[in-house]
């Protein structure tokens, strides 16, 4: 965070910084070189969409996007969740990459921004595929594990919404995802706020979920039931494969 870089500035001062890279040029290097030349017309649509509104920091990175779509092809997932939607950058991602007939649970507190993203969504011929669900994901979690069919029923989940209620997603999503299946946990590296001493200056929402992120990121390390992969994309994102 505090180093500098080879042009002797020390942008990477405060926590928060976006890149976890040794630069932003390197950072820019991926996304100019292997990202955006190969990104679809409608993520490139729904990305510079996403730009302009306020809290575009929430959004999934460019290079992230392209990783999620490369995993769920890879594992061949069909039946998703996505908890976190935002303006839809990572539901789009996983909408693109699934088969025409798979599903994707996906919820969100906040409908107003996923509606932002819908119209992109359809045009780009990938909305049947979506169920989404306004409120908060737990109760909908708690909901389905009431039903036996639910349990073991999901390839796919990605966790990108409150981080002070990871550890209480992970408990039910280990009995919804199938043995093999993955949950992938976002933004495990909180701005690389897990490396900082405690008197680094951040900022105030850093500040606050970092404990819960090193605690998640402690519980996934200790966790019998999966087998885990933490990986410096974007925020840093936290693979769990789940294996009884
Ligand atoms: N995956 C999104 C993307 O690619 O743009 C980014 C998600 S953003 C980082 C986090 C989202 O979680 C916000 O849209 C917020 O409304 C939502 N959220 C916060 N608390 C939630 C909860 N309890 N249940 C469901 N969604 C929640
Ligand atoms: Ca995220």
């Known amino acids: ?53 306020p809290w575009n920091l929430m959004t999934t990175s460019a290079d992230e996007g392209q990783f999620l779509n490369m995993l769920l092809k890879l594992i061949n997932a069909k039946n998703t969740m996505e908890i976190g939607v935002y303006t839809g950058y990572s539901l789009l991602a996983t909408a693109l990459a699934l088969p025409d007939d798979g599903k994707i649970l996906a919820m969100d507190i906040n409908r107003e921004n996923y509606e932002i993203g819908l119209p992109v969504i359809q045009k780009a011929g990938v909305a049947h595929k979506i ?51 993955v949950i992938a946990y976002d933004n495990t590296l909180w701005s690389g706020s897990v490396v900082a001493p405690p008197d680094a200056p951040m900022r105030k929402y850093i500040r606050y ?36």
């Open 131 to 181: 169920d989404f669900h306004e409120g908060p994901a737990l109760p909908v979690l708690d909901q389905m594990i009431e039903d036996e069919k639910n349990h073991g029923s999901f390839d796919f989940v990605f966790v990108d919404a409150d981080k002070d209620n990871y550890i209480n997603y992970h408990k039910r999503l280990l009995e919804l995802v199938r043995v093999g299946g």
């Open 1 to 53: 965070m505090a180093s500098e870089n080879q042009n002797g500035d020390r942008r990477h001062q405060e926590v928060g910084h976006k890149s976890l890279l040794q630069s932003d040029a390197l950072y820019q290097y991926i996304l100019e070189t292997s990202v955006y030349p190969r990104e679809p017309e409608a993520m490139k649509e729904l990305r510079e969409i996403t730009a302009k509104h």
């Open 209 to 244: 979920y970092r404990d819960f992120v090193l605690e998640l990121n402690k519980a996934l390390a200790a966790d019998p039931r999966i087998e885990i992969c933490q990986l410096p994309v974007g925020d840093g994102v936290t693979l769990c494969r789940r294996i009884k």
